[in-house]
């Protein structure tokens, strides 16, 4: 595995500010009490974060799946990534750890933090950066999504890049276990279907001729 070279002053602090933009935004959301939902997040307010931003969805252990992907996530790939697994951003060495990651994620739940890095290739210059992954819950309050940033800084090259996990620091944050997923919002809740098979209520019928 290739060590992580230093980066400059200036890409350490963008690559940095966007971690902790998107860290600091889903923080703000929790102060709920609840894990954050994926109807509380606002592109908007993450509007810096945006090009290294993604949104993940759980469809099986160890799986998650792109629904939103930013610019920055896309050019890595060399392609609109929306619909593919994480994984395959990741070499088949790499793998074994991301589904660890992933369910730490989504079961525990709890916020993960990795360092990444890309080989050095024909047009392919070294890259290094992190991966980010915050849990979100669905409508019904279950923990099977995620709001994540892949920053990588430097020239991409030609794509597309393929990852494995450096040799940095590692964070897995368990949230507090004494807070308790409180009911669906408003925002989000389903609205429940009409009843058409109920019976309409009784009317009084007066026969004035009888």
């Known amino acids: 595995?290739?060590?992580?070279?230093?980066?400059?002053?200036?890409?350490?602090?963008?690559?940095?500010?966007?971690?902790?933009?998107?860290?600091?935004?889903?923080?703000?959301?929790?102060?709920?009490?609840?894990?954050?939902?994926?109807?509380?997040v606002?592109?908007?307010?993450?509007?810096?974060a945006l090009p290294s931003a993604f949104l993940v969805q759980r469809v099986a252990p160890g799986v998650a799946r792109l629904r939103v992907s930013g610019q920055r996530v896309n050019a890595c790939l060399g392609m609109d990534a929306q619909g593919?697994?994480?994984s395959t951003f990741f070499l088949p060495?790499?793998?074994?750890?991301?589904?660890?990651?992933?369910e730490q994620v989504f079961t525990a739940p709890a916020l993960v933090e990795l360092p990444i890095v890309s080989s050095i290739g024909i047009g392919r210059p070294l890259l290094h950066g992190r991966l980010l992954l915050l849990p979100l819950a669905d409508d019904y309050g279950e923990v099977n999504r995620a709001l994540g940033a892949m920053w990588v800084?430097?020239?991409l090259g030609?794509?597309?890049?393929?990852?494995?996990?450096?040799?940095?620091?590692?964070?897995?944050?368990?949230?507090?276990?004494?807070?308790?997923?409180?009911?669906v919002s408003e925002c989000c809740a389903p609205?429940?279907?009409?009843?058409?098979?109920?019976?309409?209520?009784?009317?009084?019928v007066v026969n004035n001729y009888a």
């Open 93 to 102: 060495s790499a793998r074994a750890e991301l589904t660890g990651a992933l």
């Open 191 to 204: 609205r429940k279907r009409p009843d058409t098979m109920r019976r309409p209520a009784l009317q009084l």
């Open 153 to 155: 800084g430097g020239d």
């Open 1 to 40: 595995m290739p060590n992580i070279t230093t980066q400059s002053g200036a890409e350490h602090d963008d690559g940095r500010a966007c971690l902790t933009a998107l860290e600091a935004y889903w923080n703000d959301l929790f102060r709920a009490q609840r894990v954050p939902q994926r109807c509380d």
């Open 158 to 183: 030609r794509g597309p890049r393929r990852f494995e996990f450096g040799n940095g620091a590692r964070r897995y944050q368990a949230l507090d276990q004494r807070t308790k997923l409180t009911a």
């Open 84 to 86: 593919m697994p994480l």
């Open 42 to 48: 606002d592109p908007a307010q993450i509007d810096h």
